[in-house]
């Protein structure tokens, strides 16, 4: 049996396939009493044995344990080097754009979660950061928008609400061709679909409330990079904010990602059976689903991904149909979020997307007829059977 003498002693576990790395995990089980469950280190602080000897662990804002076997889990998993886990991921987002200076610009996909798009504009615009947000799906309209002063790219593909697709790959090159980073958000997919640090990216980060946690029962951020210089700026910026996850809801997370392979298949099965019934629905006038065969990025999805996730949005024929889904559907909820082992509907003008501007919102098609679902791992035919008893 191997000897666990100390925290630094855990392996990449390259040998093994990507379902045994999201059971094990980093060090796998606890190093001092073998504990198969790592256990939750409630402990805000640590003792020395000396002056000038530690454990490797001074304070839970710095690091805890717990966080940090999740943190390398999260790294194993996205192929990175180093992995941070936050509060929630908007505290993610928040640390990856401090990345930039007053005076920077930044391109944004121009489809993208409302509480991003908010950041980007209400929090970096007041401290002298330029913004501009580009449909990154034409990388003709991302090279116009590029200034001397770009700095970030950042892409969320598939985007939320609307499932469009980017190009990782050619947006990393032509990121790093103009000496600024590429940033993907990869909640939807989770790396168990899609690797972007694999594409060229330089930050993959996560709203990790959604699929990494699969539970709907935490609100928690993770961040993965390759790059020394940019470890080093998260590391800053969690002991200084004061936003790294909270040991328990690190201990959750860990015990999700054990079966994320698992749930990944099944929302990934559930969603192909939901949007083809959608698809045919008399009341739904247009479906987004990213693994449809005629989906406008079909052919980057099969080229960068090797699944098409849970999320589905869908334009329904009138208010009125809106109304009944949310208000008659019985098994399947009315609520915000995705990503959990339970089926959720949007209703994204009102809630994901309230803080866009409306004329925002109607240009991309976020109009007061469209949903979005986040198809859980219930039995697909109950899912079903709600939304038709629901839309009647
Ligand atoms: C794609 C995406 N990124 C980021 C976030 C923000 O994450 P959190 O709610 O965990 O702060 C969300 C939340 O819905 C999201 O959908």
Redesign the pocket.
């Known amino acids: 049996m191997k000897n666990f003498s100390n925290y630094n002693d855990y392996s990449k576990k390259e040998n093994l396939k990507f379902a045994s790395k999201a059971v094990h995990g980093a060090l796998g089980c606890e190093p001092l009493t073998g504990a198969v469950s790592f256990p939750i280190y409630q402990s805000s602080t640590f003792r020395h044995p000396e002056l000038g000897v530690t454990t490797g662990f001074a304070y839970s804002r710095l690091q805890n344990p717990t966080r940090q076997e999740l943190e390398r889990t999260l790294a194993i998993l996205e192929e990175g080097e180093y992995g941070f886990a936050f509060s929630?991921?908007?505290?993610?987002?928040m640390a990856l754009f401090t990345w930039l200076n007053p005076g920077d610009h930044m391109i944004l996909m121009d489809d993208?979660?409302g509480?991003?798009y908010r950041i980007a504009t209400t929090i970096f615009g007041k401290y002298g950061i330029e913004y501009d947000f580009v449909d990154m799906t034409d990388i003709e309209k991302v090279k116009a928008a590029i200034k001397p002063n770009t700095k970030l790219l950042f892409i969320?593909t598939p985007s939320?609400p609307l499932m469009k697709v980017s190009d990782i790959r050619a947006l990393s090159d032509l990121a790093h061709s103009i000496g600024a980073i590429a940033a993907v958000?990869n909640?939807?997919l989770t790396p168990y679909f899609q690797r972007p640090l694999t594409l060229g990216a330089d930050v993959v980060?996560?709203?990790?409330?959604?699929y990494l946690g699969g539970h709907n029962d935490i609100?928690?951020?993770a961040i993965v990079v390759n790059s020394k210089e940019l470890a080093d700026h998260f590391t800053v910026q969690l002991k200084s904010h004061g936003n790294g996850l909270a040991p328990m809801d690190s201990w959750l997370m860990l015990r999700g990602i054990k079966t994320l392979p698992l749930r990944m298949e099944k929302h990934n099965s559930n969603a192909m059976k939901v949007a083809t019934w959608l698809r045919n629905h008399p009341r739904v006038e247009k479906v987004y689903y990213v693994g449809f065969d005629d989906h406008p990025q079909i052919e980057i999805t099969k080229k960068q991904t090797s699944g098409f996730g849970g999320m589905i949005s869908f334009a329904v024929d009138s208010i009125e149909t809106v109304h009944n889904i949310l208000k008659n559907t019985d098994m399947v909820m009315f609520a915000?979020?995705?990503g959990g082992t339970e089926t959720l509907v949007t209703y994204p003008t009102t809630q994901?997307h309230e803080d866009t501007p409306e004329d925002v919102k109607e240009a991309l098609g976020i109009t007061k007829k469209f949903l979005r679902i986040s198809v859980g791992i219930e039995d697909p035919d109950d899912i079903i059977a709600d939304l038709a008893q629901a839309m009647k």
């Open positions: 929630s991921g908007q505290a993610a987002n993208i979660y509480g991003t969320e939320n958000d909640t939807f980060v996560h709203s990790a409330t959604k609100i928690a951020g915000e979020s995705l994901t």
